[in-house]
Structures are given as C-alpha cells and as structure tokens.
C-alpha cells in the first residue's frame, strides 16, 4: 500500500471531543420495560389520561410488531429490557424557577458542548431548548419568543399548557402505528420540544432543540412537534452529542412537522453522537424517524441533515406533499468512518397537484464505513404535474468502505416529471495530490476536497452552522486519507 | 557573478515497483535559464517530474536532487511548493465544488506563510489575481467556477499558467504543457510563461514536440532517452531534433 492511502486513512482517526461525562446525580428507573415503565413515566410527568392511554395503546401494538430487517445495517439484538426509559438529573428540592437556577453542572456541561445557556452569554439569535436524557433543563429566550405569540418549550410543559395544540398534532403526521421504533417512542417518549408559531409570523430567530445523553445504560426517547400555521415560519436546528461508553446507546426519536397554509419550515440537523471506537465498540444507535406534513396549500418544508456521528444513523426525514403546489425539500451529508453504517436518505410522498420536491443527497464513507442511501419517490394518482429531482453523490476515501444506492420511484401519475441523478466518486490521490503541490497540506486537501462535495447541502444550513459543520466534517474526517 | 544553481540533479537512479526509469540523470539549471527537456514517450520525462514533485510511488535508488543547495528529495511535496518550486500538470485534476479562487488563495497564503509573511485577505488577492488575468489574456470567469471542473483540455494548461503566475515560483516545471493544445492555445500559453521569465527564477520546459520552442526559446535543449540525457545543445538542436528525428540523435 503506497503511503498516500495509509495517511488517508490515519487522518480518519481523530477523538470525539465531546466523549465526557458529567458527573450528576442523576434518577433513572431500573432497566426494564413494560406498561408499568409506561405508567411509571407518565405519572413522573403527570400526564393527562388521554396521553397515558395513547402510550399505552402504542406499546400494545408496538409488543405485537416483528423487528424490522430489511435496512442495510447490521448490529447485534437490541435488549429492550436491559435499557433505562427513563432518567433525570436529581432536581432541587425547589424546580428551578429560571435558567439560572439550574445546576451549575448542567449549565456547565452546555458550555463545554458550546452551547451557553446563561442569560449573559447565550448565543445571540438562537432560541434554545437543552435536553439532558429524558428531561428537558431549560429553553432560552422564551418571553421574547411569547411576545410574538410562538411557543417553544418542552414537550412536557406543552401537554400541560397547550394541551389542545398538542392533542390535535400528536401523532398526526408519524401514528404510532408507522414503524417499530415509532410505536416503541409512542410508548416510553420522555420529553422534546415543542413549537406552534401562530398565523402569519415569521420566527424572529433561530430555534434550537441540544440533544445530550449522559446516564450510561439509558436510552433517549425524544419528541419534538413543530406547527407553523397559515403564513407563518420557522428555522429549527437540532444537535446532539453523548459520552464516550463501551456499550451502544439507543435514541429512538420522532419529529413530525406541520406546516399549513403558505407555511414554511426550515429543519436542520447536526448530529454528532458518539461514534463508537474505531474497532466499532460502543456509539449511539440512531434510529429515528422524522417527518413532515405539507398540509396546506403552497406549504413548504425544508431538512437539511448533516449526519456525521453514530456508531448507527438509520433515518429519512420526509415529507408528505398534501396541500396544492407544496414542496417538500431534503439535503443530507452523511458521513461514516472507522465502522460506522448510514442508511439514511428520505421518502417525498406527492399527493397534492403541482407539488415538488428536491433532493440532494451527499455520502462520504472512509474507514470501514458503510453507508447507504435509500429514498423513495411516490407520485400518487391525485398528484398532477408533481416534479421531483433526485441527485445522490457518494465519495470513498479509502479502499475498505462501501456506498450503496437504493432509489426507489412509484409514479402513479403519468403528468409527472421524475429525474435521478447519481455519481460515486473516490477521493483520489490525484487530487491530494494536486494540492500537496500548490503548498497544501494533506488534511488541509481532504478538508476542502470534502467540503467541496458538499457544498450543496451546506449552503441550505443557516450561516452560523454552516460554519459548524464544516468544522465537524473536518474533525469526523480526520486521520482518515492521503 | 557566477549564476546561481536552482537545481542540480546528480546520476539519478529512480523507478516504480523493480522498473528501472531514470537509470544516471544529471542536469544543473541556474537561476534566469529556460531548459527545455525532449524526448519520446516512455524516456523518462514525466518521471522525472512527478519525482521532483514529490509524487508518492517513485523510489530513488542513487543519485542526488539538490534545490538551493537543499535536498529535495527530504521535502514533503507541500514543502517543496512553499519553496517555490512549481509543477504545471500534464493532467490538472478536477476538485468539483472548490472555488478556484479559493483554492489559489489557500495556496498562496501557504508559500507566504512559510516565508514569513502576512497572508493575503479576500479583497488584497483579488487585486492581485486581476492583474494576472490582464498579464495573461484570460477569462475571469475562470475564478468563479471550481478547480478544473468542466474546463476544456485547452482551459487546464491555461489555468495551470495562471496559478503558476499567481504563485511566482522560483523553479517552474511545465510538463508537457504543449500536449492537447490547439495553436491558438498554445501561444497564449507559451506568451505566459515567457511573460513570467525572470532573472532569480528558471523553467524546465518538458515536452515531446519541437512546436512549443517556436514560443518558448530555451536557452539549453536537452534530449533524453531511456532514463538519461544523451545529448544536450542550444536551441538549434530542437530544430535538428525536428528536420532529422530522434532516430537520427539517438544513434549520432
């Protein structure tokens, strides 16, 4: 093996800087699942009955469904039994009435993660909703946000104060009936957030959900629900980050979207769990599934995902196109190294007329990674002159990972325009080389060879992310060419 | 003043894999000469090259490269272009979604850097840039799209002459620049590189056709065959190259 491909790979190997632990004391239930977990956990929230019984019914049906195995992931059985559903940082014998009552630790931890939540230092324009396990510790910005009407704040304070807004949207866009992790979320979801912005307003500022998972042997079961009404809109953005551990984590997500009416929603991920090790031991298992509902006319809802941690990511943010003349956009950078697998991409369901939608999709594997992208492109009967383009790119960095494509298209419309586009390419010596002579460095080369191939995606991120991003693909990609 | 060497090749023994390539190359360029360096296919000239380079893959069994009394061959390749050395690609690859500009710029601020010097902002090496566009007649389009991407054959070797420009190296090696271009090209490439002669710095012109010395005058021609230079002249012997062929070289 000649030099160039031994640095290619030695510069994927880079440590996950946000692997620490923190040290709270912390509550969590004794491994273990059944409907008393289920009672247990809506009791701790003191949850209307409505909501215990919807639980309870998805854990019923969830007991009754077979595991799926058709995705191209391989990973030992998961023990639903030997997993924590619920944990919490100890809290105050007095819940903390502001953000800057909450313990040091944990505002502490947020820091680190570079996400300050103290009323001096927060991050100026990002409103932001901290979630540690299966709690959320506090949302920013609120009284600035309540003064235009929206509401951002946890999931568990919105069953209690807009119980209405939440009964109408629960489950309207993913029933828990829809997939196996779904109905599993439906049953034991802890906390998330949530957000309604109401008619015709424009979200002066970002909105921000920061996923931590820090109890060991614990899983996180989050839910957010998003509703922009008539006119209004939104950009949401979500990370997240775990410990370092031997022994995978599992975080079964669910995230429905609502956009009415001339709504535009604007959703983007920057997920960063922890990987695993580079022999594949331990990281996060992370199976969720996001969707979101164009339902009204002209309704326009936008994900950008940039995937780059996860011993696991098994996804696809979709869309369902209802409302006339609604478009449904997806841009994804999936990133795997060492042995992580992807098996992500997105599902554009057209039903309304005149809807569009748009993907493109970018995944880089190095290391032994593998990753696939899957994505489906349904054109019902009712859809006339639905147009969708597909673009799927993938780059290999090294000779031991793999890419894998499978699109799948059923156009039952035949006014329909449907185009796919896919390329694999390999980071090439040539091109490292190239720079190497122009005076840049082979991690330097890598870096903008890579953030060259993902531009496109990149520049759907809000601008401070962007620059994240960039960033993180850097460090996920480090030690792994030459 | 005695001239300054920039390079000085001594008996090089080089090749891939057990394949003998460079079997005692020898060849000292000072500072201010143009050298042009001919031969058929497989002589070694594109060997030569990539090992100057710093290409990986190419192993050096004896012999010795000297640049500015330094060896070379110690360098990492990003370590020899900060010095100043420049290799213009027989075939510039392709870096889809990264700005020319952008790319050029990282470049230059990498040779400044290593000499000390304060990098260049945004606005500073686009004034810079502008002017070499104007030097060297070409399209500022160029800037805007991605390196290489889509360019033609003929818009590459250009591209490779601008950066060349842009980054002002002390030792320029153009390998077989010539080869793709239509005439047109090529004496906008060949005005190029005679537009960036300068006294401090040297070219070593590699190529296959006697056509790129109507453009570029070198001061030494070189003819090499199988690994070594077997007969070295002033200009004329490009021409005698041309009337009789290299059969006729080779066997004198």
Redesign the interface.
């Known amino acids: 093996m000649?030099?160039?491909t031994e640095t290619i790979e030695s510069l994927v190997k880079q440590e996950y800087k946000y692997g620490f632990v923190t040290d709270v004391e912390s509550e969590s239930t004794p491994p273990g699942l059944s409907e008393e977990t289920i009672r247990f956990i809506s009791a701790k929230k003191n949850e209307p009955t409505w909501l215990t019984d919807w639980r309870i019914k998805a854990f019923r049906y969830w007991q009754k469904m077979p595991e799926p195995t058709w995705q191209f992931v391989k990973y030992p059985p998961i023990d639903f039994q030997d997993i924590s559903y619920f944990s919490q940082p100890k809290p105050n014998a007095n819940a903390p009435k502001s953000l800057d009552e909450v313990d040091p630790k944990l505002l502490e931890t947020y820091e680190k993660l570079g996400i300050p939540l103290r009323e001096r230092s927060r991050l100026a324009g990002v409103a932001v909703d901290a979630i540690f396990d299966s709690v959320s510790v506090g949302t920013t910005y609120r009284e600035e946000l309540a003064k235009k009407g929206i509401i951002f704040c946890s999931f568990s304070e919105a069953v209690h104060q807009h119980p209405d807004l939440v009964k109408k949207y629960l489950g309207s866009v993913v029933p828990y009936t829809d997939n196996y992790y779904a109905a599993l979320n439906s049953a034991v979801f802890t906390d998330g957030s949530f957000c309604y912005i109401p008619k015709g307003v424009r979200c002066p500022m970002e909105l921000s959900t920061y996923f931590r998972i820090n109890a060991a042997k614990s899983g996180q079961f989050e839910r957010t629900l998003i509703v922009a009404d008539d006119g209004a809109s939104v950009s949401y953005l979500e990370g997240c980050t775990a410990p370092m551990r031997d022994e995978n984590q599992l975080h079964a997500a669910v995230v429905e979207l609502v956009a009415l009416d001339h709504a535009q929603i604007k959703y983007s991920t920057v997920q960063n769990w922890y990987p695993g090790d580079e022999n594949g031991v331990g990281g996060i298992y992370n199976f969720v599934t996001k969707r979101g509902l164009c339902k009204g006319k002209g309704a326009h809802i936008t994900w950008t995902q940039v995937e780059t941690g996860s011993a696991i990511t098994w996804k696809y943010p979709s869309c369902v196109l209802l409302g006339e003349g609604s478009k449904g956009e997806f841009y994804s950078v999936a990133v795997v190294n060492n042995m992580q697998q992807a098996d992500t991409g997105t599902k554009m369901i057209h039903i309304g007329k005149n809807t569009t939608s748009t993907i493109v999709s970018k995944g880089i594997s190095a290391g032994r990674g593998q990753n696939s992208y899957r994505g489906l492109v349904e054109i019902r009967k009712s859809a006339e002159n639905a147009r969708n383009f597909s673009q799927c790119d993938s780059m290999l960095i090294g000779a031991k990972c793999g890419a894998h494509t499978f699109p799948y298209i059923e156009v039952k419309n035949t006014t329909a325009s449907v185009e796919h586009e896919a390329s694999t390419s390999k980071i090439?010596?040539?091109?490292i080389?190239?720079?190497?002579?122009?005076?840049?460095?082979?991690q330097?080369a890598v870096n903008?060879?890579v953030?060259?191939?993902?531009?496109?995606v990149f520049k759907e991120l809000p601008m401070e992310f962007a620059v994240e991003a960039q960033k993180l693909l850097g460090v996920s990609l480090e030690g792994s060419v030459g | 003043m005695s001239k300054q060497p920039i390079l000085e090749i001594n008996n090089l023994h080089a090749g891939v894999e057990n394949k003998k390539i460079l079997k005692g190359f020898s060849l000292t360029i000072n500072a201010g000469e143009v050298h042009a360096l001919m031969g058929l296919n497989g002589s070694g000239k594109s060997t030569l090259a990539a090992i100057l380079a710093g290409r990986d893959g190419y192993e050096v069994t004896e012999g010795s490269v000297k640049y500015f009394g330094k060896d070379l061959l110690e360098l990492d390749p990003e370590e020899r272009a900060r010095e100043g050395l420049f290799l213009a690609f027989q075939y510039p690859v392709e870096i889809p979604g990264v700005n020319s500009t952008y790319f050029l710029k990282a470049a230059l601020n990498e040779i400044r850097k290593h000499h000390g010097l304060q990098e260049l902002d945004a606005i500073e090496f686009l004034n810079l840039v502008k002017d070499k566009i104007k030097l060297l007649d070409l399209n500022e389009d160029l800037l805007k799209r991605s390196v290489n991407e889509g360019f033609s054959g003929g818009e590459k070797k250009r591209a490779e002459i601008f950066q060349m420009a842009v980054l002002e190296p002390k030792l320029a090696i153009l390998d077989e620049t010539d080869s793709g271009l239509d005439i047109d090209a090529l004496k906008i490439v060949s005005s190029g590189v005679n537009k960036l002669k300068r006294p401090d710095s040297a070219q070593l012109v590699i190529t296959h056709y006697q056509r790129l010395l109507n453009y570029i005058i070198p001061d030494f021609v070189h003819v090499m065959a199988d690994g070594r230079i077997v007969k070295s002249g002033g200009k004329e012997l490009a021409l005698e190259l041309e009337a009789n062929g290299y059969e006729a070289i080779l066997k004198g």
Not at chain 1, 428 to 431: A, S, T
Not at chain 1, 451 to 456: A, T
């Open positions: 000649s030099t160039a090439g010596e040539d091109q080389f190239y720079c190497n002579a122009r005076g840049i460095e082979t330097d903008m060879i953030n060259g191939f993902c531009k496109e």
